[in-house]
């Protein structure tokens, strides 16, 4: 059971680094003219933050996601790798 447990993290960790890399590869790869596909993507999330007021606490929650090209790139290269591993 603890095989299963461990390769789920690592699965984990090659889908996050993918992505991540991907991601900012395509943010670099905008300022490329020829390039500049890798970067067309869309974002999506909690634009405004929601805040949760405790009179004592107060916390604000807020994600967004931006998926371009590059990043769905990285996640299938790091899928690959990882079916490899």
Do not use: H, Q
């Not at 991601?23 to 067309?40: I, Q, R």
């Not at 999330?45 to 769905?72: E, H, Q, W, Y």
Request: aromatic share 14%; charged share 15%.
């Amino acid at each position: 059971m603890a095989t299963k447990e461990k390769n789920m993290w690592i699965l984990l960790v090659f889908l996050l680094s993918g992505l991540v890399l991907g991601g900012l590869l395509g943010e670099l790869a905008k300022s490329v003219n020829w390039l500049w596909w890798l970067a067309y993507g869309n974002e999506f999330g909690l634009s405004s933050p929601v805040t949760l007021d405790l009179s004592v606490l107060k916390i604000s929650f807020s994600c967004m996601f931006r998926i371009n090209i590059a990043s769905i790139i990285g996640l299938a290269i790091a899928i690959f790798w990882y079916r490899k591993i």
